[in-house]
């Protein structure tokens, strides 16, 4: 039996079944191992597929990239200069913009970007007024050749008439800010809107990304303090838009009686220092409505009550409706004025109506449209600055010449200090020194005076004030906003009789008696 039984013929067979049996495994677990392959390929298709379109939209971005210029036409209103021009001012209004704007592009590393400049304004509403400035003709759209000279002068900048509708422009800024604040082509957005705090809503979520947003300051118009809380670039564009706020004449019919100087003035936020009485030469005293004229009865003003609504008056005395531009509702035109918090309308002489220095070109003066020389707005100065002002000068007068005018002709024999002055102390001494008024008065025409042409104190006692003050009664209620600049002279000699005279030349000698030479003690 044990020999008809093949024991290696049996393990034989054993080992052969065994290696068919792992062959199945191998093969199953082989066909496993495609079916991963084939899904890992898929996949792996499929990122490249999406880096590819990635790289071709970054380079696509990379490609055309541009900064963004968002102006509120209606409140950042362009030099008069500018305005006055029509279409040739339009277009250097535009191209001094974009050499503002690729000047702040350097340190930010876009000088590659494009520039795209948007401005929006009621055309209708903004020719009005500028036209009520004598800054252009009085047609409806008397801004439209400026306009048209702006819009042709670079290819992505326009003007736009927004309409005359309610909001019509805070609406297109509105949406073109939503538009490109998230546009990665778009690397900068500069918004020049900040005398609108309704604007404040639309730019908090961007808030802190001072790598993205600029926003633009103008002299023209308040500068809303809640605007510097969004942490972004702040920046001033001096030369481009206009340095004071516009005057905004009144115009109307109606008039009541001037029986009794206790009339009521408005209350709508009008200035009153320039207000008269019907029927009475007295001004208004701009101090009883804050209770503050230590005069009471005995006032030379007349104490006008601030509760009831009328309004200023116009030029032949009589009170004036409160009337907006074109006789409507500025809000309901959907437009605001210029630093306007409720409707607030500039006095013709406020000081801060007056071109700033840096405003003013080398050699050449400030001059308004009755061709009366205007200074420089002088930022009041502080107590401590006073103070410190008097100490120095007690110890030795300051040259005036030298500190203000930057050149004494006597720099070697003058009797006055030329020690260097700190900085915050030059706004005192300069106060000091216009407070002086100047012997030619508004026909002075001397590049390097140093005494004052018009009143800078709003407090004299010529605007209903309490302060003494040396200028004469006209000269505190000029007309302050600038119409023009012209050559200033220098001084080329004197002849035998005493009579100076001018050239315009920056070599010309000069001889001046010590009356406006050295500052005594500050009196202001």
């Known amino acids: ?256 009686s001037s029986t009794s100087n206790k009339a009521s003035a408005t209350s709508a936020g009008y200035t009153t220092s320039n207000m008269a009485l019907p029927g009475n030469s007295r001004s208004i005293c701009q101090f009883y409505s804050s209770a503050r004229c230590k005069y009471g009865d005995n006032c030379r003003n007349a104490h006008i009550d601030s509760k009831t609504k009328l309004s200023r008056l116009s030029p032949d005395g009589s009170l004036e409706r409160d009337r907006r531009p074109f006789g409507l509702d500025n809000d309901a035109l959907g437009w605001r004025l210029p630093g306007q918090k409720s409707s607030a309308v500039e006095s013709k002489n406020d000081s801060r109506l007056l071109p700033k220095s840096y405003d003013i070109p080398a050699g050449l003066i400030a001059i308004n449209r009755h061709k009366h020389r205007l200074d420089a707005y002088i930022v009041p100065p502080t107590t401590d600055a006073i103070k410190q002002l008097k100490a120095r000068s007690e110890k030795r007068k300051l040259c005036n010449k030298k500190h203000i005018g930057g050149y004494c002709p006597n720099e070697d024999d003058c009797a006055y200090d030329h020690d260097p002055l700190p900085d915050d102390l030059l706004p005192a001494l300069e106060l000091l020194s216009r407070s002086i008024p100047c012997p030619r008065r508004g026909s002075c025409r001397k590049r390097d005076c140093v005494f004052g042409h018009v009143c800078q104190k709003m407090s004299c006692r010529h605007r209903g004030g309490s302060a003494p003050c040396k200028f004469p009664y006209s000269m505190c209620h000029e007309e302050f906003t600038p119409y023009d600049y012209v050559p200033g002279a220098t001084l080329s000699f004197i002849d035998d009789t005493g009579q100076e005279y001018y050239e315009d030349s920056v070599d010309a000698a000069e001889e001046m008696g010590d009356e406006d030479q050295g500052a005594g003690v500050y009196t202001c």
């Open 1 to 256: 039996m044990a020999a008809s039984f093949d024991v290696d013929a049996a393990a034989k067979q054993l080992d052969e079944f065994r290696s068919r049996n792992d062959l199945a495994e191998i093969l199953e677990q082989y066909s496993s191992l495609i079916v991963k392959f084939k899904r890992l390929s898929s996949d792996y298709e499929e990122e490249r597929e999406g880096r590819e379109r990635y790289k071709q939209l970054a380079r696509g971005q990379e490609r055309k990239p541009f900064v963004l210029v968002l102006v509120d036409g209606d409140g950042y209103v362009f030099q008069d200069t500018f305005v006055r021009d029509g279409a040739d001012g339009g277009s250097k209004a535009a191209k001094q913009l974009i050499t503002s704007i690729r000047s702040s592009l350097g340190p930010k590393g876009l000088d590659n970007c494009d520039i795209m400049v948007r401005v929006y304004a009621n055309l209708v509403g903004l020719s009005k007024i500028l036209s009520k400035n004598g800054l252009i003709g009085p047609e409806k759209r008397s801004l439209a050749p400026f306009t048209a000279g702006f819009n042709r002068s670079h290819g992505l900048t326009d003007f736009v008439d927004a309409g005359e509708l309610k909001e019509n422009a805070d609406f297109k800024l509105r949406a073109m800010l939503q538009l490109y604040a998230d546009n990665l082509q778009c690397k900068h957005i500069y918004f020049a809107g900040c005398h609108d705090v309704g604007y404040v809503a639309d730019l908090t979520p961007y808030r802190g990304n001072s790598d993205r947003f600029t926003l633009i300051r103008s002299m023209s118009s308040d500068f809303h303090a809640e605007f510097t809380r969004l942490g972004f670039n702040i920046e001033e564009f001096p030369g481009v838009f206009r340095s004071s706020p516009l005057a905004y004449p009144e115009h109307g019919k109606p008039s009541l």
